[in-house]
């Protein structure tokens, strides 16, 4: 399911008061999962969400995986600061959430975890500081690379989301990179990125993740390359909406 996340995730990624924005996830010619991603901005506040679920053989073998993620937060700058992260998700008995709650003044988060199976549950709660704080989580993260980092003019960029020790590098692909990116997107309109995941689910050749965002900042189609036991997977914009 991570697999179907680190795709549909980029559908936040979109320019707009209100926005929503529904993909298709597959492998070769399987379809594994759908999701469907919505932005909504009102005034120096944001909400964004993103929910996953798998299809076909692949809701077989996981259980009917579904998960959805939520960040709200503010709007500074034109940079999203998130306030809340929330991850929910079910397979099969079990369930679970995952809750991250910012203090950005004094550089740090309070999780909560909740872990289900067969309605028996465990509950935990960490202070994240340190190098486990981050500024963002996943969803900000993707909201301030299209909206700030793709327009600055820069070609690379290090980030990391909350919880995680492990960052990854964004840039404007160029080279080997531009050529394999068009390639796989037949030439399509649109800013190139490739991302590099660092984490060994996502593990390909390049280990990169290759995104193609249109004129109203929405991606379009992602592909992430050769990955452990599926090969390679692709995320496609299947319809969007977009309200000024």
């Not at 506040?45 to 073998?61: D, L, P, S, W």
């Not at 003044?105 to 202070?127: D, L, P």
């Not at 004129?215 to 914009?237: C, P, R």
């Amino acid at each position: 399911m991570r697999l179907i996340f680190a795709l549909s995730l980029c559908a936040a990624a979109a320019f707009g008061f209100e926005s929503v924005a529904e993909y298709e996830v597959s492998y070769s010619w399987f379809t594994m999962g759908k999701a469907v991603a919505s932005l909504k901005i009102d005034g120096d506040r944001y909400e964004t969400e993103v929910n996953a679920k798998t299809t076909g053989m692949a809701a077989t073998f996981s259980g009917n995986r579904k998960e959805t993620f939520k960040s709200s937060g503010a709007i500074a700058d034109d940079v999203f600061v998130p306030e809340r992260y929330e991850h929910w998700y079910s397979s099969g008995d079990k369930t679970g959430y995952t809750g991250a709650f910012f203090d950005h003044e004094n550089s740090q988060a309070i999780q909560t975890k909740e872990r289900c199976v067969e309605k028996k549950c465990k509950y935990e709660s960490t202070m994240l500081a340190d190098e486990q704080y981050a500024q963002n989580d996943m969803l900000s993260l993707f909201h301030n690379v299209t909206r700030g980092f793709v327009n600055s003019g820069e070609k690379s960029l290090e980030a990391g989301a909350i919880g995680s020790k492990k960052r990854a590098r964004i840039e404007i692909a160029e080279d080997k990179h531009l050529k394999t990116a068009k390639s796989l997107f037949n030439n399509q309109d649109g800013t190139y990125l490739v991302v590099f995941l660092n984490q060994e689910i996502f593990s390909s050749k390049d280990g990169a993740l290759y995104i193609n965002i249109d004129d109203d900042g929405v991606v379009t189609k992602a592909v992430l390359l050769d990955t452990l036991l599926f090969g390679d997977v692709i995320g496609e914009l299947s319809k969007k909406t977009i309200v000024p």
